[in-house]
């Protein structure tokens, strides 16, 4: 069983994925209004990652039959003075549920809860490499702000698909 404090904040993390989500979701229609084809698909692939992030903590309260309690959230901001202003505000957001995530593993550490911290290890990883994808975006779109084309260019060369981790937690719902 899980330890009921990582459960509590387990759920909290929940309403962060989804918060995450909406702000996500809200860079890639601010991206997609401004006619940045790749920019949007990038921050809609963003939110679907954080929406799973959510739905995957959901499945490991089910799988551990603990209460799931979704928390309601605050609405994202929709609103960017220019380019750069979505790229830094996500970055910002990276960093912050990095040091959420590692909140959650030192809960699960000191509660000897072993499942809750071998759970935890994919997300580190995961924010690992978001902070630096986000941060690696940041200095592009700032260096590139008068020159779209540059911007898109770059994302077009840079993304690649890649295929499901195997190593990641299951998604609730996603076998349905």
């Known amino acids: 069983m899980a330890a009921p404090r ?16 909406q702000q996500y979701l809200a860079c890639a229609i601010y991206f997609d209004a401004t006619t940045m084809p790749q920019m ?7 939110a679907l ?12 309260l089910l799988d551990a039959d603990a209460q799931v309690s979704i928390p309601s959230i605050e609405g994202p901001i929709n609103d960017f003075a220019d380019i750069v202003a979505p790229v830094l505000l996500a970055l910002d957001q990276e960093k912050r549920v990095t040091q959420q995530i590692y909140g959650l593993t030192a809960i699960a550490r000191e509660e ?12 580190i990883k995961e924010q690992v490499e978001e902070v630096s994808s986000m941060s690696d975006l940041l200095t592009v779109v700032k260096r590139s702000s008068r020159d779209i084309e540059a911007i898109e260019d770059y994302l077009a060369r840079e993304s690649r ?16």
């Open 161 to 176: 698909p890649t295929a499901p981790d195997p190593t990641a937690p299951a998604i609730a719902g996603a076998g349905a």
């Open 112 to 123: 000897n809860d072993f499942a809750s911290d071998q759970f935890m290890q994919w997300f």
């Open 49 to 60: 990652e954080e929406r799973n992030h959510a739905m995957m903590m959901i499945q490991y």
């Open 40 to 46: 949007a698909a990038l921050f809609y692939a963003q």
């Open 6 to 21: 990582f459960i509590a904040r387990l759920n909290e993390q929940i309403g962060n994925e989804f918060a995450a989500h």
